[in-house]
C-alpha cells in the first residue's frame, strides 16, 4: 500500500518535472530573446530538476542514493542561477539591450527608492 | 633473479626517471640521470639480445597476468635488435646532450629536454618490445607526444610548426592505427600479437580483417614516413635541435618500420600479406619512388639537415624494398639497414650538432672551410657520408650488398639497377658538403681552428666508429638480421 | 569549517571502514589547508553563520520559486506569449556583500527574473512581464534576504561584514 | 538491410571523413586539432559500439583456460582518450606558442613565412 | 566597484567541497568507476574554477609552478615506482599480489597507490595545462 | 515511468541543441549548450536510476560541476579573449 | 716471419707507416725518413713472400670475417706477387722523388700527401693480394678513396673538377656495374674465392658470360677503357707524384690487374675462349688503344700526352686478357710490370722539366737536352720501352701479345697492336728529338728560385731537377733496360699461371 502511495507519488512529481523541463526546452525556442530564454532556461533547473530528484528520491527512500541526489541539486540549485548571472552579465555589458516582443528596446523602470505607488 | 626483469626494466627505468628529471630541475642533474639511465637502458638492451641470441625469444608477463589475457613483453632476434640499437643511439646520444642542449636548449629548459628524451626512448623501446597490439599504440603515442615536444625546442619559430605539422600526421598515422587494431580485435578477441597470428590463420577472408590491414599499414606507413606520407618529415629533422634530430632520425622511423615488420610477417603472416593479398608491387614501387624523388630533392636542398632528412626518406626507401622482396636476403637486407642507417644518420646528424655549436647555421654555404676549422667534425661527416654512400668497410656497404644480391636473387634486374643508381644520388649529395668543406677557403677571419668540445667529438666519433666496425665485422650484425629475417618468414617467433 | 566537510564526506562516502574514514580524515584536512591557502575561508565563503534562519528562508523561496514556474510555464504555453519584458533597477538593502549575492541568486533562480548587474547596492533584473518586475519590486524577497544576513550577523559577531 | 546493421560503421565513416575533412582543407591550425579530435572521436565510437566481440571465445594457446578478462573495450578506450587528451592540450599549446612567435594561426600566411631566412 | 561579487561568493562555497568530491572519488576509486583519472579532474577544477575567478597569477600563488610540476613527477614515480617495488618482491613488473601476504589485499594495495599516483597527475597536469594557457592571450 | 521522464528529458536536449544551432547570438548557444548540460546531468541521473547504477550518481555531481566551470570559462574566454585575467568586473 | 703474417704486414705496413707521418707531420726530415723507411720495409715484406710463390706457393691470410661464408681474405698468386713487388718496389722511389718535387715546387699539405699515399699503397697490397671478389672490391674502393685527396691536391677549382669526374667516374662504375657484377657471380657460383680455371666457367651461358664480363671491365674504371678513361686525363692536374702513383704504381694498374684477374680466376681463359664472350672486349681494347693513341698525338702538355698514352697502353693488357689464351695473359701480366716502369719513368722525367724548367708544353721544350741532358736520356728509354723497342723491357710484353693474339687467331690484333707500336714512335720521339736536335726556342730567362742549382754545375747550361727527382727517374731508367735482361724470371712466373 505505501509502496503504491509512493510509487504515485513518485510517478507525479517526475511527471510534473518533465513537464517542466519541456516546457522549458519550448520555452528555450518560443522566447524571444536571450533574456527571456534565461527564464525557460531557469525553468529546468529549478523546478523540473527539482521534481525530477524529489521523485527519484521518494523512489529510493533515505539511502546514500537520496542523499547524493540532493547532493546534486543542491548543486544545481547554487551553479545555475550563477552561470545565469555570469551570463545576463556578460549580455548586459556586450551592450545587448532586451527586447520586447515587437521587436523594440523594452523600458527601463528604476524602483531603487521603493516599490511603486501607482 | 633480476635479471628475468630485465625486459621490463628497460622501458621501465628511462620512463620513471623521466618524470625524476622534472623534479631535478638542474640541467647538469637531470643529464646525468638520464644518462645513467640510458647506459643502464643499452646495458640492458645488450643483455637481453644476448640472451635471446642464446636461448631463444623471451617472454615476460607484466603485472603476473599471463599472456594472452594480460600485457606481454616478448623479445626475439629482430626486436631484441632494434632495441639494441635503440638504446645504443639513445646512450650515445645522451653523452653528446650537455653541450648541445646548453646551446640549442638553454640550461632553464634543459630539464624539458632530458624528460622527453627519456619518455622518447622509453616510448620506443616500448614500441620495440610489447607483444600486444594495443600496449604498441600507447606507446608509439608516449614517443610520439615526447618527440613533437622535443621537436618543438628547437631555436627556430619554425620548429614550432614543424612540430605541429608532425603532430597532426602523427596522430592521423596512429588513429589508423588504432582503428586497425579495433577491427582486429573485433574479430578475434584478442591484442596479444602471438595469439592474433593464430587466429588470424583461419579469418583470411574476414572483410574486417582486410580492412584492419589497410588501416594498420596505412598508419604505419605515415610513421614510418614511407613516400608519399614523408611530409611531416623534413621540416621536422631540419628545425629540430640536433640531439633530437640525431635520435629521431636514427630511431623513430626505425622503430615504425620495426612495428610494419611485425604486422606484416608475424601478425598477417607472409602468405596473407604478399600471396593473398598483393602488397609487394606496391610496396616495392612506393619504394623506389622514395629512393628516387627524396634523394634528387636531396640533392638541391642549401640546408644540409634538410639534405640528410630527405636522405633519411630515400633511405627508409631501402628498407621498405627489402621487405617487399619477400625473401630471407630482402628481409635481411631491410633489418640490417634499420640498424645501420641508425647509425650513419646517428653519426651525420650529431656532426650537424657540432656544427651548429660552433657556426650557429647548417646552412651548406656556411661549410665553406669547415675541414680547417672543424677538421674532425668534418672528417666524421665524410665517414657517415660514405656509410651513406655504401662504401666498403662501411655498414652502408653491407646494407647495400644485401638489397642487391636480394633483388639479383629474384631475377629483378632493373630493381637492383635502379638501387645501385640511386645510392649513386647520395654520392652528389655526399659530395657537394664535402667539397664545400674542405675545397671552399672558409670566410674571411674565420681562418682559424675551432673544433668543437670533445663532449661533442667523442660520441659523433663513436658512431662513426661504429659505422666502419660494423661495416668490417658485419658478420656479427648480418647474422642477427638473417636470423630474424628467417624467424619472419618461418611464421612462428 | 572541516566539520560540515567532514560531515559532507560521511554522508557520500557510504563505506565506513577504518581505512576509509582515516581517508576521509586525511582528506578533510588537505581540503582545510588548502581552501585556507586560497583565503576562501571567510564569512563568504562559509556563511555557517546563517544557519539557523536559513531553512525557513529556502521554504519561504521553494514556495516561490513553483508560483514563478507555473507562471512562466503559463505564458510559455498560452499561444499569444503573454510577456512584456521589461528591466527594473532595485535596491539592495543588504547590508553586506553575502546578502546581496543571495539576493541576486535568489532573483535569478524564480524564473521569470534575472538578474543582469549587481554592483553599488543595485541590482538590475530582467523580468519576462512587466508585472512580475512590479510584484518583486515590492521587495518581499529584499526583506527577508535583509533579515537572514542580519540575523547571521548578530549570532556571529557584533562586527558587520566588509562593506 | 545488411547496411542497415552496419549502422554504426557508417556513423564511424562519417565522423572519420569529416574530421579528415577539417584536417586536410581547414587552414586554421585549432581548426585543424578540432577536425583531428573528430577524427579520433570516430575511433572512439567504434570501440563504443564494438559491444560483442565475434571470435572472443576463450584464448586459443592456452588450453583449458577458464578465466577470460582480456581487456574491455571501454578499457581499451578510456586509454585512447587519455591519449588524445593529451595530444589535443600539445597540439593547441603549439598552436599558442606558434600564434606568439609568428602572430597569426593561418597556414597561408604560415607557408609564407617559410623556407626563407 | 566592486569584484564579480556573485562569481566570487559561490565559488567561494564551492571549491572546498568540490576539492572534497575529488578525494572522495579519489580514495572510492576501487568500489566505483573511474578512480584516479576523474579524481584528478575534479581536483583540477577546483583549482580552475578558482583560477577563473580569482585570476590565474593568485591561483599560481596557491599552487606554484614548481609544486605542480613535482606533482606531475610524484604521481607518475607513485605509478611506476610501484610497480618496481613489486620487481623487488618477486613478482612481475606491475604484479601488485606481491605487495601484501594476502595476494587479493596486495592487488586492492597495489590499485589503491597507484591510483593515487594518477589522480596526483592528471590533477597537477590539468593544472599545469590551463595555467600554461590561461593567461596567453588569444 | 523514467523512460517517459527520459524521453522528456532527451526531448529537452533536442530543443537546446536546436536552439544552439539556431543562435542567432553567440549568447544564444552558451545559454543553449549550458541547458543541454544541466539536461545531461539530469539524463545521467535518470539512466543511473534506471539501471540501478547508483555510481552513476557521481558522474553526474561530477558532470555539474565540470559544465559550470566550463560555462564560465567559455564565457570569459569570450568577453576578454583570455582565461587568466584576474577577477572580472561587473559592468 | 710466416707467410700469412707477411701477407698482413704487406697490408698493415704502410698503415702504420701512415699514422707514423700523419704523427711526425711537423718534422718534415723525420716524416720523410718514415716515409722511405715504410717504403722499404714493405719492399722487403713483399719479396719474402716472392721467393715461395714462384716455387709454386700459393701462401693464404684471413683478415676479418666480413660476412657470413665471405671473409676479407687474402691469397697471393703469381700475378699479384708480380704486382706487388712492382707497386712496393716503385714505392721506393716515388718516395724518394716526392720528397724533390714536392720540396722543389714547395707544395702545401704534404703530410696530407704522404699519409694519402701511404694509405693508397696498403689498399693496393689488398688488391694485389686479394683472396676473393668481396676483398679485391674492398680494396679497390679504398685505393678509389685514398687517392682522391692526392688527385684534388691543390685545392683549386681545376682540381675539385677533376676530382669529381676522378670520383664520380670511378665510384659510380664500381658501385653501379662491378658490385652488381660481384653479386651475380656470388648467386651464379655461390663463391668469390678466386680460383685458376674460374669459378664461373661451366655455370653461365655465352650471353650471359658476355654481360658478365661486360660488367667487370667497364665495373673496373680504372682500367680506363674508352669510353670511360675520362677521369684519368683530368686527373693530370695532380703533383706528378701523384701522375706517377696513379699512371704506374698503383691505381691504373690496379685497374688492368683486376681485369686480368677476373679473367683468370673468375671466368677462366678456356671458358672465355670456348664461349667467345670476350671478343667484344678485344675490339672495344684495340680500338681504344689506336684512339688514344691518335689524341695522345694531339696534346701538346706533356702530362696530357702521357695521359692518352697510359689509356692506350692499358688497352694493351685488358686486350691481352681479353684474348683468352696463355700467351696473351702472360703478355697482359708482363706489360703490367714493363709499362709501370716506362711510364714512371717519362712522368718523373715530365715532373723533373717541369721542376726545373717550369716548363709543361711540349712545344716549349725545344733545345732543353742540353740544359737536362741525363733527364732526357732517361725519357728516351721509357720511350722506347713504350713503344716495345730492345733493348727494353717494353719488347717482352709486346711481343708475348702479338704471340696471344696469333694464338688465339685474331690476326686483326697482331695488326692492330703493330700499328699503335707506330703511333706509339710519332707520339713520344718528337719531344726528343725537338730536345736534343732543336735550339731552344726563348733566351732561358726563367730562373727558378727553389732549384737553385743544388751545387752540381757541371756546365753552364745545365739545369738539372734535384737529385732526389733526378736519382729515382734514373733508377727506373735503368729498370727498364734490365727488365729486358731478366724477363725470363716474370715469365716463369707467369707460366705458373697459364701455361702456354
Ligand atoms: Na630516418
Ligand atoms: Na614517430
Known amino acids: 500500500m505505501t509502496a503504491m502511495l509512493l510509487d504515485t507519488v513518485s510517478w507525479l512529481l517526475i511527471s510534473g518535472g518533465a513537464f517542466f523541463v ?97 | 633473479m633480476l635479471a628475468l626483469h630485465f625486459p621490463a626494466l628497460q622501458v621501465v627505468l628511462p620512463l620513471l626517471m623521466a618524470p625524476v628529471c622534472v623534479l631535478l630541475r638542474n640541467a647538469r642533474l637531470a643529464w646525468l640521470a638520464a644518462l645513467a639511465i640510458s647506459w643502464a637502458t643499452f646495458g640492458l638492451a645488450a643483455f637481453v639480445l644476448a ?102 625546442l628547437g631555436q627556430d619559430r619554425r620548429a614550432l610548426y614543424a612540430a605541429y605539422q608532425y603532430l597532426i600526421l602523427g596522430t592521423v598515422g596512429a588513429t589508423l592505427y588504432l582503428i586497425g587494431v579495433g577491427l582486429l580485435y573485433q574479430a578475434t578477441g584478442t591484442l596479444n600479437m602471438v595469439d592474433l597470428a593464430h587466429r588470424l590463420g583461419a579469418l583470411h577472408d574476414v572483410r574486417g580483417v ?94 644540409v639537415k634538410r639534405m640528410l632528412a630527405y636522405s633519411s626518406i630515400a633511405q627508409i626507401g631501402y628498407m621498405v624494398l627489402g621487405i617487399s622482396l619477400v625473401t630471407v636476403d630482402g628481409l635481411t637486407a631491410s633489418i640490417l639497414h634499420v640498424f645501420n642507417h641508425a647509425l650513419m644518420k646517428g653519426a651525420l646528424f650529431l656532426a650537424m650538432g657540432c656544427v651548429y655549436y660552433r657556426i650557429s647555421s647548417v646552412h651548406i654555404d656556411d661549410f665553406a672551410g669547415l675541414a680547417k676549422r672543424m677538421p674532425w667534425t668534418a672528417a666524421a661527416f665524410v665517414g657517415g657520408g660514405l656509410s651513406l654512400i655504401g662504401v666498403p668497410l662501411t655498414a652502408g656497404f653491407i646494407s647495400k650488398w644485401y638489397l642487391v644480391l636480394a633483388a639479383l636473387e629474384r631475377n629483378m634486374w632493373p630493381v637492383a639497377a635502379l638501387i645501385v643508381i640511386s645510392s649513386l644520388l647520395a654520392v652528389i649529395y655526399v659530395w657537394r658538403v664535402v667539397e664545400q668543406a674542405y675545397f671552399r677557403p672558409p670566410p674571411a677571419g674565420k681562418d682559424v681552428r675551432e673544433e668543437a668540445p670533445l663532449g661533442l667529438l667523442i660520441p659523433t666519433w663513436i658512431l662513426v666508429a661504429a659505422n666502419v666496425y660494423f661495416g668490417v665485422h658485419a658478420g656479427l650484425t648480418a647474422r642477427v638480421a638473417g636470423q630474424a629475417a628467417q624467424t619472419l618468414l618461418g611464421g612462428a617467433p | 569549517m572541516g566539520g560540515v566537510l567532514a560531515l559532507a564526506w560521511l554522508l557520500l562516502s557510504g563505506h565506513y571502514t577504518p581505512l576509509i574514514l582515516s581517508f576521509g580524515l586525511i582528506s578533510v584536512i588537505a581540503v582545510v589547508a588548502i581552501a585556507l591557502r586560497m583565503d576562501v575561508l571567510d564569512h563568504e565563503g562559509l556563511p555557517i553563520h546563517l544557519t539557523w534562519y536559513f531553512p525557513g528562508y529556502w521554504v519561504w523561496l521553494a514556495v516561490e520559486i513553483v508560483k514563478a514556474n507555473i507562471d512562466v510555464a503559463r505564458r510559455v504555453w498560452s499561444p499569444s506569449l503573454p510577456i512584456s519584458p521589461t528591466l527594473f533597477l532595485l535596491k539592495t538593502s543588504q547590508p553586506g556583500e553575502l546578502g546581496q549575492v543571495i539576493y541576486a541568486n535568489s532573483i535569478t533562480l524564480t524564473p521569470g527574473t534575472v538578474s543582469v548587474s549587481l554592483a553599488d547596492g543595485h541590482v538590475l533584473v530582467h523580468a519576462i512581464a512587466r508585472e512580475v518586475g512590479e510584484s518583486l519590486a515590492e521587495g518581499e524577497m529584499d526583506r527577508r534576504v535583509a533579515r537572514l544576513e542580519a540575523s547571521g550577523v548578530n549570532a556571529r559577531s557584533p562586527v558587520p561584514p566588509e562593506a | 538491410m545488411e547496411l542497415l546493421g552496419l549502422y554504426n560503421y557508417w556513423i564511424v565513416f562519417f565522423l572519420m571523413m569529416c574530421g579528415f575533412y577539417i584536417v586536410i582543407a581547414r587552414g586554421n591550425l585549432v581548426k585543424k586539432i578540432v577536425g583531428l579530435n573528430i577524427f579520433q572521436a570516430s575511433v572512439f565510437v567504434f570501440y563504443i559500439s564494438m559491444g560483442k566481440v565475434s571470435g572472443g571465445t576463450a584464448p586459443i594457446i592456452i588450453e583449458g583456460a577458464t578465466a577470460y578478462s582480456n581487456p574491455l573495450p571501454h578499457v581499451l578506450i ?38 626563407d631566412a | 566597484m566592486t569584484h564579480h561579487l556573485v562569481l566570487r561568493v559561490i565559488a567561494k562555497l564551492l571549491i572546498p567541497f568540490i576539492m572534497l568530491f575529488g578525494l572522495y572519488v579519489q580514495f572510492h576509486g576501487d568500489f566505483g568507476p573511474g578512480g584516479g583519472f576523474q579524481a584528478g579532474v575534479i581536483f583540477a577544477s577546483a583549482f580552475i574554477l578558482y583560477a577563473l575567478v580569482f585570476g590565474v597569477d593568485v591561483a599560481r600563488k596557491v599552487a606554484p609552478d614548481w609544486a605542480v610540476r613535482t606533482c606531475i613527477a610524484l604521481g607518475a614515480l607513485i605509478y611506476g615506482g610501484t610497480g618496481l617495488v613489486s620487481i623487488f618482491r618477486g613478482g612481475n613488473y606491475l604484479d601488485y ?17 597507484i591510483e593515487v599516483g594518477v589522480g596526483v597527475t592528471v590533477a597537477s597536469v590539468m593544472m599545469a595545462i590551463f595555467f600554461g594557457f590561461a593567461g596567453r592571450g588569444r | 515511468m523514467f523512460i517517459a521522464a527520459a524521453a522528456a528529458i532527451l526531448i529537452t536536449m533536442l530543443l537546446a541543441l536546436l536552439r544552439a544551432f539556431i543562435g542567432p547570438t553567440l549568447y544564444d548557444r552558451i545559454l543553449a549548450v549550458n541547458t543541454f548540460g544541466t539536461k545531461t546531468v539530469l539524463m545521467i541521473a535518470v539512466l543511473g536510476f534506471l539501471m540501478g547504477r547508483p555510481d552513476f550518481l557521481d558522474i553526474a555531481l561530477l558532470y555539474a560541476l565540470i559544465n559550470f566551470i566550463g560555462t564560465i570559462a567559455v564565457l570569459k574566454f569570450f568577453r576578454y579573449g583570455d582565461l587568466g585575467r584576474a577577477g572580472e568586473r561587473d559592468s | ?239 706528378t707524384p701523384v701522375s706517377a702513383l696513379l699512371h704506374a ?74 684474348l683468352a689464351t696463355s700467351w696473351g695473359v ?13 711510364k714512371i719513368t717519362l712522368f718523373f722525367c715530365a715532373g723533373a722539366i717541369y721542376t726545373a724548367l717550369h716548363k709543361t708544353e711540349i712545344s716549349d721544350m725545344d733545345g732543353i737536352g742540353r740544359q737536362m741532358p741525363v733527364t732526357l736520356t732517361a725519357f728516351l728509354i721509357g720511350a722506347l720501352s713504350i713503344i716495345g723497342l730492345p733493348p727494353m723491357g717494353g719488347m717482352w710484353s709486346k711481343w708475348y701479345l702479338i704471340l696471344g693474339a696469333v694464338e688465339a687467331h685474331q690476326l686483326v690484333f697482331v695488326g692492330a697492336l703493330l700499328i699503335s707500336s707506330l703511333l706509339n714512335v710519332a707520339y713520344l720521339l718528337p719531344l726528343v728529338a725537338r730536345a736534343f736536335f732543336l735550339p731552344p726556342r726563348a733566351p732561358v730567362t726563367q730562373s727558378v728560385g727553389a732549384v737553385a742549382a743544388p751545387g752540381k754545375g757541371l756546365a753552364d747550361g745545365i739545369r738539372e731537377a734535384p737529385l732526389f727527382c733526378l736519382v729515382p727517374l734514373c733508377m727506373t731508367a735503368l729498370g727498364c733496360v734490365a727488365l729486358f735482361f731478366y724477363a725470363d724470371r716474370v715469365y716463369a712466373l707467369l707460366t705458373q699461371i697459364a701455361a702456354p
Open chain 2, 51 to 152: 640472451e635471446v641470441l642464446i636461448g631463444g625469444p623471451i617472454s615476460y608477463a607484466l603485472g603476473g597476468w599471463a599472456p594472452p589475457w594480460g600485457i606481454e613483453f616478448r623479445v626475439d632476434s629482430l626486436n631484441g635488435f632494434v632495441l639494441f640499437i635503440v638504446a645504443g643511439i639513445g646512450a650515445t646520444v645522451m653523452l653528446f646532450a650537455p653541450h648541445s642542449v646548453e646551446r640549442e636548449i638553454g640550461n632553464d629548459r634543459a630539464y624539458l629536454f632530458y624528460t622527453a628524451f627519456l619518455l622518447c626512448l622509453a616510448g620506443l623501446l616500448g614500441v620495440t618490445i610489447t607483444g600486444d597490439a594495443f600496449n604498441l599504440f600507447v606507446f608509439l603515442e608516449i614517443s610520439s607526444l615526447s618527440s613533437y615536444v622535443l621537436i618543438s
Open chain 7, 1 to 239: 716471419m710466416s707467410p700469412a703474417e707477411a701477407i698482413i704486414a704487406a697490408v698493415l705496413v704502410p698503415l702504420a707507416g701512415a699514422v707514423l707521418i700523419a704523427i711526425s707531420g711537423r718534422w718534415p726530415n723525420l716524416r720523410e725518413t718514415v716515409t722511405l723507411v715504410t717504403a722499404v720495409i714493405l719492399f722487403a715484406v713483399v719479396l719474402s713472400l716472392a721467393p715461395a710463390v714462384a716455387d709454386g706457393a700459393r701462401p693464404t691470410a684471413i683478415l676479418i670475417q666480413t660476412l657470413p661464408g665471405v671473409p676479407l681474405a687474402f691469397e697471393v698468386e703469381p700475378l699479384g706477387m708480380l704486382f706487388a713487388l712492382i707497386a712496393s718496389g716503385l714505392w721506393i722511389v716515388t718516395s724518394v722523388y716526392s720528397i724533390g718535387y714536392m720540396r722543389g715546387n714547395d707544395e702545401h699539405n704534404q703530410t696530407r700527401f704522404y699519409v694519402c699515399f701511404a694509405i693508397a699503397l696498403s689498399s693496393t697490397m689488398g688488391v694485389a693480394f686479394a683472396g676473393n671478389l668481396l676483398t679485391l672490391f674492398v680494396f679497390y674502393e679504398v685505393l678509389t678513396l685514398s687517392t682522391y685527396p692526392l688527385v684534388t691536391h691543390h685545392g683549386d677549382e681545376e682540381s675539385v673538377k677533376a676530382g669529381r669526374t676522378y670520383l664520380g667516374i670511378l665510384i659510380s662504375t664500381s658501385i653501379g656495374l662491378q658490385l652488381v657484377a660481384i653479386l651475380w657471380t656470388w648467386l651464379i657460383a655461390g663463391t668469390l674465392d678466386f680460383r685458376l680455371g674460374g669459378i664461373l666457367s661451366g655455370r653461365a651461358d655465352g650471353t650471359m658470360t658476355a654481360i658478365l664480363l661486360a660488367l667487370y671491365a667497364y665495373g673496373t674504371g680504372k682500367a680506363a677503357l674508352m669510353p670511360i678513361h675520362r677521369w684519368l686525363p683530368a686527373a693530370m692536374v695532380a703533383p
Open chain 7, 249 to 322: 704504381v698503383a691505381v691504373v694498374k690496379a685497374g688492368v690487374f683486376c681485369v686480368v684477374k677476373v679473367v683468370i680466376y673468375v671466368f677462366g681463359i678456356e671458358f672465355l675462349s670456348l664461349t667467345g664472350a670476350s671478343e667484344w672486349l678485344m675490339y672495344v681494347a684495340a680500338a681504344t688503344l689506336l684512339i688514344a693513341s691518335l689524341v695522345a698525338m694531339t696534346k701538346d702538355n706533356l702530362k696530357a700526352r702521357l695521359a692518352y698514352s697510359t689509356v692506350s697502353q692499358l688497352s694493351y693488357v685488358v686486350l691481352g686478357a681479353a
Open chain 5, 97 to 113: 599480489s606481491v605487495l601484501s601476504a594476502d595476494p587479493v589485499a596486495g592487488q586492492h594495495l597495489g590499485i589503491l597507490v
Open chain 1, 22 to 118: 519541456v516546457t522549458g526546452g519550448v520555452g528555450l525556442l518560443r522566447l524571444p530573446d536571450v533574456y527571456a530564454r534565461m527564464h525557460a532556461a531557469g525553468m529546468t533547473d529549478t523546478l523540473g530538476a527539482g521534481l525530477f530528484i524529489a521523485g527519484m528520491a521518494v523512489q529510493a527512500g533515505f539511502s546514500l542514493v537520496t542523499v547524493k541526489l540532493l547532493l546534486i541539486l543542491l548543486v544545481i540549485l547554487f551553479t545555475s542561477p550563477t552561470a545565469t548571472y555570469a551570463l545576463a552579465n556578460a549580455v548586459w555589458s556586450g551592450g545587448v539591450q532586451p527586447k520586447r516582443l515587437d521587436g523594440t528596446a523594452c523600458e527601463t523602470i528604476d524602483r531603487s527608492d521603493g516599490p511603486s505607488t501607482s
Open chain 4, 78 to 115: 578510456l586509454t585512447a582518450i587519455v591519449v588524445g587528451v593529451a595530444t589535443t592540450a600539445l597540439g593547441l599549446s603549439l598552436v599558442v606558442r606558434i600564434n606568439e612567435a609568428y602572430g597569426t594561426v593561418e597556414e597561408e600566411e604560415l607557408g609564407e613565412m617559410g623556407e
Open chain 7, 330 to 342: 702472360i703478355g697482359s701480366g708482363m706489360h703490367i710490370a714493363m709499362h709501370a716502369l716506362g
Open chain 2, 210 to 303: 582486410r580492412v584492419a590491414f589497410a588501416f594498420l599499414s596505412v598508419g604505419l606507413s605515415l610513421k614510418l614516413a614511407l613516400f608519399p606520407l614523408h611530409l611531416w618529415l623534413p621540416n621536422a629533422y631540419t628545425y629540430a635541435p640536433s640531439p633530437v634530430t640525431a635520435f629521431l632520425a636514427a630511431t623513430a622511423t626505425k622503430v615504425a618500420v620495426y612495428a610494419l615488420l611485425r604486422f606484416l610477417f608475424t601478425v598477417f603472416g607472409a602468405e596473407f600479406s604478399f600471396t593473398i593479398l598483393p602488397m609487394g608491387p606496391p610496396m616495392a614501387v612506393l619504394a623506389v619512388l622514395a629512393m628516387f624523388t627524396a634523394s634528387i630533392v636531396a640533392i638541391f636542398q642549401e640546408n
